[in-house]
């Protein structure tokens, strides 16, 4: 879905991080949402309340659509770099606050 | 009929939607964005619990009103597809200090006594409040409940209410100020700040704290005191909050509503630091599952309040025709405001007697 535009491979630092488990390769300097669109990730998580599925929109830090968690909180992927390293996990608000929801009527 | 209606907010917006509805001829002047607006930012509670001590009166138009709150919303609904997300499953109040626990159930005590039609509120302590609402944290010594209770989404009212009044024949004035408002023989005339004049033989203020300026022009005491209150909102969360309190609540699209401070700031309606971390840090007690959870924002907004908290219906003995209206509750009352109160500034046969709220109860 997405390419990178005019880049000399040889002039860029690469590095990876883990998704879910799964490795993800990055340039430097790549935010994380970024990475993931490149990876071909669709789908980055579900919303809370009606599960849709929800990728990054603004790419800006504006639009909170693309949160992923990293060290256990919920972030903007469009708005954390890249590190090598990196444990990038899908939001789960259930892990994360031990709440049970209740039907949604 | 003509009526003008000064203020486009949920108070003046129910008056105009009633008397729509009514097939009366009205127009609605709407300040600015840079004005107070209650309407904008509140907490959206429709609320009895722990309301009308010392004025069973105001306990009763309050349960009155929330019994209208579900015909009235399907009714919004049916006429402008907007749903105003209405849920009136009942009102908790979370405890974690035992002397205001006590004091607010003798308060609630008080007012049941005096109104016995008013819903019973039942006190729940640690235990038994665990067993509804299993995420409460230690801290938490009991909850008082309140049957039928509940909240709504305030901004989708504000939005419906424009649209059924704009549906209903009337024309809004949004962006105007209201510089003055005057009598003319039989007529009321208001000055708009770009010295355009409007002019009916109904005049109805409810201008929020703008009312401060306008009422006295028609011969109004017209005292409204600003009450700030500060507000905060978390990110997105599973629904799992089925009752609202008078300090948090879920809305419907999954975020925590966080709320309920009083303060005393003047017209000042900006946050501060020092509430937002009072605010959170009574959430987290309350319910510790909120600690790692984002805030999203914070903001402040002016309550309006007059100096014993119960509403102003008044109609002006020199100007008649001239009505004075206001309160805190606009979110709560709007039901009955669109339909009993409607009656009253109309003057039908179905008019309520409203004499316990006129503003002669602070000529002393």
């Known amino acids: 879905m997405f390419e990178r535009i005019n880049i000399n491979e040889n002039q860029v630092d690469k590095l990876s991080f883990t998704f879910d488990g799964k490795v993800v390769s990055a340039y430097q300097g790549d935010t994380v949402a970024a990475a993931l669109l490149g990876a071909g990730y669709k789908c980055f998580r ?24 990293i060290g256990g909180r919920n972030v903007q992927s469009c708005m954390v770099e890249c590190e090598q390293g990196m444990v990038v996990e899908r939001v789960s608000h259930t892990k994360l606050t031990g709440i049970r929801p209740h039907e949604v009527s | 009929m003509k009526t003008l209606i000064i203020g486009g907010g949920v ?41 009308g001590l010392g004025c069973p009166e105001y306990s009763q138009w309050t349960q009155k009103s929330i019994s209208l709150w579900p015909s009235f919303a399907e009714e919004l609904a049916k006429l402008t597809g907007i749903d105003v997300e209405l849920s009136l499953d009942g009102g908790m109040e979370y405890f974690t200090n035992k002397h205001e626990m006590e004091d607010f159930i003798e308060s609630l005590h008080k007012v049941k006594k005096s109104n016995s039609d008013s819903q019973t509120y039942k006190y729940l302590n640690h235990e038994q409040l665990k067993l509804c609402v299993p995420e409460i944290g230690p801290k938490v010594l009991g909850a008082t409940f309140m049957p039928g209770d509940g909240h709504v989404n305030p901004l989708q009212l504000l939005t419906a209410l424009r649209e059924g009044v704009r549906l209903g024949g009337a024309k809004i004035f949004n962006g105007s100020r209201v ?47 600003p009450q700030q209150g500060q507000l905060l909102i978390t990110e997105k969360l ?17 975020g925590i509503q966080i709320g309920g401070s009083t303060l005393d700031r003047g017209l000042d309606n900006k946050e501060c630091i020092k509430t937002v971390s009072e605010l959170a840090s009574h959430a987290v007690d309350v319910f510790p599952c909120l600690e790692e959870v984002n805030l999203l924002r914070s903001w402040a907004c002016l309550r309006v309040m007059t100096e014993d908290g119960f509403p102003i219906y008044q109609e002006s003995k020199t100007n008649p025709g ?28 179905r008019s309520p007697d409203l004499s316990m709220f006129s503003e002669e109860r602070f000529n002393v």
């Open chain 1, 46 to 69: 579900e919303t809370p309340v009606l599960g849709l599925n929800r990728n990054p929109y603004c790419m800006m830090g504006s639009c909170y659509d693309c949160l992923v968690s």
């Open chain 2, 11 to 51: 108070v003046g917006l129910s008056l105009a939607y009633g008397l729509t509805k009514r097939n009366e001829d009205v127009v609605v002047v709407c300040g600015s964005d840079e004005d107070y607006n209650a309407s904008r930012g509140n907490f959206g509670l429709i609320w009895s619990q722990g309301k």
């Open chain 2, 179 to 225: 510089k003055r408002v005057y009598r003319s023989g039989d007529l009321y005339n208001a000055q708009l700040d770009d010295n355009k004049e409007l002019s009916a033989s109904r005049v109805i203020i409810a201008a929020g704290l703008g009312s401060a300026d306008l009422a006295p022009m028609m011969g109004f005491k017209g005292t409204v005191v």
């Open chain 2, 238 to 254: 599973p629904q799992f909050l089925k009752y609202p309190s008078g300090t948090i609540r879920q809305v419907n699209d999954g």
């Open chain 2, 322 to 349: 001239a009505f004075f209206i206001t309160c805190h509750s606009g979110i709560t009352l709007a039901a009955i405001h669109s339909v009993l109160l409607t009656e009253w500034i109309v003057g039908s046969e």
